[in-house]
């Protein structure tokens, strides 16, 4: 079946706009996680949803990062006033888990996001 | 929170050689630990995967061991091919409700030389 999806695949701003970032999950998966990728690091997790309900936004760096996920399917990622900093691949991944309770994830090709 | 750490950054082996990737967790509450796969500008894709009640696993060339007490599993790969040079990742995570957040370690570039 069809992977995870991500759009844009390349994303170039200039500082200070906003960008909205979209994951398509693997159907039937209820949970979602984002995750941030610089060069040479591995991912780092910034929010996680289960179902509609972001459970856990701890990774998200500031308040100008929201995510959501209106029907439990796909999710935005939106970063207000971008800064160079924010700039990075974000990845999104999918997870079967309930009521299989597999946890194992399945990540989309990323977004590589340039803030200019 | 949890700290995953992984080494060696970099490992060069000839095609047929063995190779071999040890990461190390600081929560003794993680029970599940899976490795990936990154080739250049590709998705992280998953290779293999342990639970905390398993000491061993292996899917034909690939395994990969467990010691919870020491909190370190290792990566394992046979008769290495130049279609296994990629970066590989380690994780943890604690899914004690189905819930996995994975903390991942730095990485290894992996170079098999034909």
């Known amino acids: 079946g069809a992977g995870v999806s991500q759009t844009p695949s390349n994303k170039v701003t200039e500082k200070g706009k906003y960008v909205e970032l979209r994951c398509d999950p693997i159907s039937g998966h209820t949970a979602l996680y984002w995750y941030r990728q610089s060069l040479g690091q591995g991912p780092e997790f910034l929010i996680y949803f289960q179902g509609t309900g972001a459970a856990d936004d701890s990774g998200l760096p500031n308040d100008r990062f929201f995510a959501v996920r209106p029907e439990g399917s796909v999710s935005t990622l939106k970063i207000q006033r971008t800064e160079r900093g924010d700039s990075a691949v974000y990845l999104c991944a999918s997870s079967p888990s309930w009521p299989s309770g597999r946890n194992e994830q399945y990540f989309g090709p990323g977004t590589r996001l340039t803030v200019t | 929170g949890e700290n995953v750490e992984q080494h060696p950054s970099t490992l060069s082996v000839q095609e047929g050689d063995s190779a071999v990737i040890k990461c190390t967790y600081s929560?003794?509450?993680?029970?599940?630990f899976p490795w990936y796969k990154q080739e250049l500008g590709k998705r992280p894709q998953l290779i293999i995967d342990i639970r905390s009640n398993v000491g061993e696993k292996k899917d034909q060339r690939i395994a990969v061991t467990l010691n919870k007490t020491a909190k370190h599993f290792s990566l394992h790969i046979t008769e290495t091919q130049p279609e296994d040079s990629a970066v590989y990742f380690c994780a943890a995570s604690y899914g004690g409700t189905s819930y996995g957040k994975l903390t991942f370690g730095q990485g290894t570039i992996l170079t098999v030389h034909p």
């Open positions: 929560d003794s509450a993680s029970n599940y």
